[in-house]
């Protein structure tokens, strides 16, 4: 079994500043890393997700975020928020193989303040 | 691509009544689907997978007599939330797994549903 832990439940952030939203799991199985981001009454939109190679991942809208297998981390980052990055951000992880289900944490409520 | 249509996007209902909730992929052939739930403020946690055709397997804890899932064709999985009651007021997802695509999803823009 999987599990997900985001350890900030809120990060409040000045607009233009560098933020990182944290994210440790837990498999006995390889797994895929995804981070998703949710806007209010939305669905999920895939930021960017971790399937192999590079631990260095980037996505959409400016963040990026790294695998970190000794750790068991997959922490998100962005260098320069704006207004719009306010959302709620969702860390999930899918065994490779099996159900292939996704997990998720928590979630972090990232508020970008002017 | 990819888009998983879900409708409706809200809905209230009344105690003991049912609603039906659908999402159809509009542009593949989604052969498992997700569903899940989302509490204010809370993560989703999933409610049951279902593969076309047959029946869907339910998480420990969900009573699959209260949440009906049908996923008959390919492009057409629904949620019937049964007598439905005020505890079972939340925020529904479905979410499709893109065939082919490794680690692909793709998500419904969810439904609230309000019991009164």
């Known amino acids: 079994a999987q599990s997900v832990t985001q350890l900030d439940s809120q990060v409040p952030v000045f607009e233009e500043a560098p933020v990182e939203l944290r994210c440790n799991y837990s498999?006995?199985?390889?797994?895929?890393l995804f981070w998703y981001v949710q806007y209010p009454n939305q669905g999920l939109q895939l930021l960017l997700k971790y399937l192999s190679g590079s631990t260095l991942v980037k996505g959409i809208n400016g963040f990026e975020a790294e695998f970190n297998k000794s750790q068991t981390s997959f922490h998100l980052r962005k260098p320069s928020v704006h207004i719009s990055d306010t959302a709620e951000y969702f860390c999930?992880?899918?065994?490779?193989?099996?159900?292939?289900?996704?997990?998720f944490g928590q979630g972090t409520r990232l508020t970008i303040n002017p | 691509g990819a888009v998983v249509s879900q409708h409706p996007s809200w809905v209230i209902c009344k105690s003991g009544t049912s609603v039906k909730i659908e999402c159809r992929s509009l542009d593949f052939q989604a052969t498992t689907m997700f569903w899940y739930r989302q509490f204010p403020k809370q993560s989703l946690m999933l409610m049951a997978t279902?593969?076309?055709?047959?029946?869907?397997?339910?998480e420990q804890g969900v009573e699959k007599d209260k949440f009906l899932i049908n996923h008959a064709s390919l492009t057409l999985s629904t949620l019937t939330v049964t007598s439905a009651h005020p505890e079972d007021s939340s925020f529904y997802i479905c979410?499709?797994?893109?065939?082919?695509?490794?680690?692909?999803?793709?998500f419904g823009s969810g439904t609230r549903l309000t019991v009164v």
């Open positions: 979410s499709a797994s893109l065939q082919g695509v490794y680690g692909g999803y793709t």
């Open positions: 999930a992880v899918s065994a490779l193989r099996g159900a292939q289900k996704l997990v």
């Open positions: 279902s593969n076309e055709g047959s029946k869907a397997t339910y």
């Open positions: 498999s006995s199985v390889s797994v895929y």
